[in-house]
């Protein structure tokens, strides 16, 4: 069902790092975005890939993990095996790229969830230094980098209380997302 497909595609922050994907693995799910809707059917972005450990070990230091939480993941070396970083290609467009964007990711971090690879979108990264590493020409904008692998920790929605959306940990296995109440989220119907 999608809805167990969703619960289930959570932040994934720690990951089983014996388990390597493919340079296939990584296309199939960057082609899922082709059949994704797009304003004015620009299609403004552009993605790249890295899935080799040499790689993905000097991406590994750009990126900022888990904001509210103190000590921060991935523990023990539980790092991510794959990344696609979504950019901007600005040549296309500068005013359209970020909603795509949205919708881009989450179509990919849904389609990897259903092969069993788990995810963590990350806005926070080094972007000149993510730029050299994948030899970005200039109008070519990083915007989002999606660590990849498979997960090697539980993550549970709870629903949120007094407006608390922080999420929290209990030890290193255990991690906990507060959700606002549909209550919370519906405004009122039309009178
Ligand atoms: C646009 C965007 C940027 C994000 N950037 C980061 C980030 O830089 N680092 C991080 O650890 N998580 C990042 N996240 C993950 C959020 O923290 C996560 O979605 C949120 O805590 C809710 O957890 P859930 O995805 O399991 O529902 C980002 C999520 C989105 C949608």
């Known amino acids: 069902m999608f809805k167990d497909l969703l619960t289930k595609t959570r932040s994934y922050r720690n990951f089983d ?3 390597a994907y493919t340079k296939e693995d990584m296309e199939y799910l960057i082609s899922l975005t082709r059949l994704t809707p797009s304003a004015a059917n620009k299609q403004p972005l552009k993605y790249a890939y890295a899935y080799k450990k040499e790689d993905c070990d000097k991406i590994f230091p750009l990126l900022s993990w888990a904001g509210y939480l103190e000590e921060k993941p991935p523990y023990d070396n539980n790092v991510p095996t794959a990344y696609i970083l979504i950019c901007f290609d600005t040549e296309i467009s500068t005013t359209t790229c970020e909603m795509d964007a949205g919708i881009c990711a989450q179509t990919i971090v849904l389609g990897a969830m259903e092969k069993g690879i788990g995810a963590c979108m990350l806005g926070s990264m080094k972007k000149d230094e993510i730029k ?3 030899n ?3 109008h070519i904008v990083p915007r989002l980098i999606i660590a990849l692998g498979k997960p090697k920790e539980t993550v549970e929605i709870v629903d949120a209380k007094d407006g608390d959306i922080k999420y929290y940990r209990d030890g290193k296995e255990k991690h906990f997302v507060p959700k ?3 209550e919370e989220i519906l ?3 039309i009178k």
């Open 187 to 189: 405004l009122p119907e």
């Open 132 to 134: 050299k590493i994948f």
């Open 180 to 182: 606002r109440t549909l």
């Open 136 to 138: 970005l020409p200039e």
């Open 17 to 19: 790092s014996t388990v």
